[in-house]
T-cell receptor, first 114, second 112 residues
């Protein structure tokens, strides 16, 4: 079946602009996660959704970052007033449920802030 | 102290050899351990998971877990050039049944 999909695959923006990154999880997966991966680092947790609600947003770096999942499926990560330090690959993952053992990652969105 | 530590490498082995990748973690309450493979420019791909002490084998891959030593390893037998990638160790800590904490990854190069 279809895996996790993310759009766009690449996004180049200017400092100070607003961006939205989209994630479409595997069908039937109730848990959805956003991670951020900087060059040479492992992915770092940003936020976790169980259904429509953000169960844990403790990894979001600051209040410029926000994520929604209004219908319990597709999620959007929103970044306001982007900064050069936001440049990274943003990875989305999903799992059947939060305690499920396997998280499956999408291809990621490479964000570049000029 | 970083929660999950891996030798960043690069680790270079000849084709057909055994590659040994190591990972230590700081949270003694951790229960779930994962190895992901990440090719350059691609996303992480789950290759092994292990939850109890001992060895778990899947094809050419063997994961080993020692909770007393807070150590998990991945052995790749008969290494192939196609195994060349970064291998990420990930841990679900005792306080969370959903959040993965990753190491920085070990770059493995298998030379033909």
């Amino acid at each position: 079946g279809a895996g996790v999909s993310q759009t766009p695959s690449n996004k180049v923006t200017e400092k100070g602009k607003y961006v939205e990154l989209r994630c479409d999880p595997i069908s039937g997966h109730t848990a959805l996660y956003w991670y951020r991966q900087s060059l040479g680092q492992g992915p770092e947790f940003l936020i976790y959704f169980q259904g429509t609600g953000a169960a844990d947003d403790s990894g979001l770096p600051n209040d410029r970052f926000f994520a929604v999942r209004p219908e319990g499926s597709v999620s959007t990560l929103k970044i306001q007033r982007t900064e050069r330090g936001d440049s990274a690959v943003y990875l989305c993952a999903s799992s059947l449920e939060a305690s499920a053992r396997a998280q499956y990652f999408g291809p990621g969105t490479r964000l570049t802030v000029l | 102290q970083k929660e999950v530590e891996q030798n960043s490498g690069p680790l270079s082995v000849p084709e057909g050899a055994i590659a040994s990748l190591n990972c230590t973690y700081s949270d003694r309450g951790s229960q779930s351990f994962f190895w992901y493979r990440q090719y350059s420019g691609k996303s992480p791909e789950l290759i092994m998971s292990i939850y109890s002490n001992g060895d778990k084998e899947d094809g050419r891959f063997t994961a080993q877990l020692n909770k007393a030593s807070q150590y998990v390893s991945l052995l790749i037998r008969d290494s192939q050039p196609s195994d060349s990638a970064t291998y990420l160790c990930a841990v679900k800590s005792g306080g969370s049944n959903y959040k993965l904490t990753f190491g920085k990854g070990t770059l493995l190069t298998v030379n033909p």
